[in-house]
């Protein structure tokens, strides 16, 4: 009779406690023999666990999974297995696993997997911004890329006779568009057609903000052709965008840095960039090597890029690149001034008339190097008129670069006619 009793309290408790939470101690979850039995998905080794550390009988685990309690006497014993993964789920759910015995399981963690009320509408609008920006990129096609790369060419012009001061805003929309369909193309021959727009943009931009002085930003706009250019798989713009950045260092006071940077950059792409390139790359290196008083490495690269200019005033295919006979001498005029080379004003005076009267940026840095080539010879006097007009060009395109060289000129002027 004793024995009748405990059976049957037994089995009322047992039907008494059917609904009730299924509580597996945390500990469990970290035990390495519990960790194998999610890793295999082992159903029957899981319940077994809710058994023996829960005390949870085959009707507790139907109640808590929603699985019939034949099936899952029938898993217990190893005559059914789980794939299915709702059903996984029903159960990681039932026995209340924490997320990383979840993902044990090959299942999202509970708070990835079910976002809380307060965040449904946040993903929900996220979702939907993604998807109206990637539906926006996806009309972009090849003329739309052209489109944006006459733009590109288009502020570039501008920059070369009203500075970038003028053509801020612009300059700012122009990027933000790129960047914004760049961003969520997914065609990758449009994509890549897109960083190549974005690369030639960016350093631009790059090259007006260290006319402004502007050298965190300069450097960051570098950055973004630098990437951009990798993506477009484009090696002369990746040279470009690398050999203009080094401009930033030497305005930063690093020119020996700047100098190891071009180097590294001509040694590597040298053989594999059209000759207007190859030639500006010589330029920008032997331009580094007079800052730093190195006149042997100064002539020649200014030799090597003179001997690698093509006949041809422009590559069709380097629209960033502006570089003929006239702009090499006034290059050269820039770098040999600092050395005192009595051939340097008329390098500079052929650069002059040589001049495009678009290029003011240029125009103003070459009256500069003439009258810095003119007041070392001792011709203060002569070298007033440039600087004037330097001054003038410099405050027109707002060229604050410019304008403190001149600055510096115009007090060395003043002492030599005293």
């Known amino acids: 009779m004793h024995d009748h009793l405990k059976a049957k309290?037994?089995?009322?408790?047992?039907h008494g406690n059917a609904f009730e939470p299924i509580h597996i101690p945390i500990w469990v979850w970290g035990r390495?023999?519990?960790?194998?039995?999610?890793?295999?998905?082992?159903?029957a080794g899981l319940f077994n666990i809710?058994?023996?550390?829960?005390?949870?009988?085959?009707?507790?685990?139907?109640?808590?999974?929603?699985?019939?309690?034949?099936?899952?006497?029938?898993?217990?014993?190893g005559q059914r297995q789980v794939t299915d993964l709702e059903v996984l789920e029903r159960i990681a759910t039932g026995l209340g696993l924490p997320d990383h015995a979840r993902m044990l399981l090959g299942l999202a963690p509970l708070d990835l997997a079910f976002p809380t009320d307060d965040h449904d509408e946040e993903h929900r609008q996220q979702a939907e911004e993604l998807r109206t920006r990637i539906e926006a990129a996806a009309t972009v096609d090849a003329t739309t890329v052209q489109i944006l790369a006459t733009d590109t060419n288009n502020l570039r012009l501008l920059d070369r006779r009203l500075g970038g001061l003028a053509i801020a805003d612009k300059m700012r929309a122009q990027i933000s568009q790129i960047e914004r369909v760049h961003r969520h193309a997914v065609r990758p021959g449009?994509?890549?057609?897109?960083?190549?727009?974005?690369?030639?943009?960016?350093?631009?931009a790059g090259w007006q903000a260290l006319d402004r002085c502007a050298l965190a930003d300069a450097w960051d706009y570098h950055e973004t052709a630098i990437s951009a250019a990798?993506?477009?798989?484009?090696?002369?713009?990746?040279?470009?965008?690398?050999g203009q950045q080094a401009y930033v260092l030497i305005d930063l006071g690093r020119p020996a840095e700047a100098a190891e940077l071009l180097h590294h950059v001509r040694h590597t792409y040298d053989r594999r960039?059209?000759?207007?390139?190859?030639?500006?790359?010589?330029?920008?290196?032997?331009?580094?090597a007079a800052i730093l008083g190195d006149e042997a490495t100064t002539r020649t690269a200014l030799d090597q890029a003179a001997t690698l200019l093509p006949k041809e005033d422009a590559d069709p295919s380097l629209p960033y690149v502006a570089l003929n006979a006239h702009h090499l001498a006034r290059w050269r005029g820039n770098c040999l001034v600092r050395f005192g080379d009595p051939e340097t004003i008329e390098d500079l005076r052929s650069a002059l008339a040589g001049m495009d009267g678009t290029f003011n940026r240029?125009?103003?840095?070459?009256?500069?190097?003439?009258?810095?080539?003119?007041l070392a010879r001792g011709e203060a006097e002569a070298a007033?008129?440039?600087?004037?007009?330097?001054?003038?060009?410099?405050?027109?395109?707002?060229?604050?670069?410019?304008g403190r060289r001149i600055a510096e000129l115009k007090r060395a002027v003043t002492r030599a006619l005293r």
């Open 9 to 14: 309290r037994r089995s009322e408790g047992m």
């Open 190 to 204: 449009i994509r890549a057609q897109l960083a190549h727009v974005l690369s030639e943009t960016a350093a631009l």
């Open 32 to 43: 390495e023999e519990t960790r194998q039995i999610l890793k295999k998905r082992d159903m």
């Open 384 to 402: 007033q008129p440039h600087l004037y007009r330097a001054e003038h060009l410099a405050m027109m395109i707002g060229s604050r670069r410019h």
């Open 50 to 77: 809710a058994l023996k550390y829960a005390g949870a009988s085959q009707v507790r685990i139907s109640a808590a999974t929603g699985i019939a309690q034949g099936r899952i006497s029938q898993i217990m014993r």
């Open 230 to 242: 990798r993506e477009a798989d484009d090696p002369a713009l990746l040279a470009y965008a690398r």
């Open 362 to 374: 240029a125009e103003a840095g070459l009256r500069c190097d003439l009258a810095h080539a003119l």
């Open 273 to 288: 960039v059209p000759g207007h390139l190859r030639t500006w790359l010589a330029a920008a290196e032997a331009e580094a």
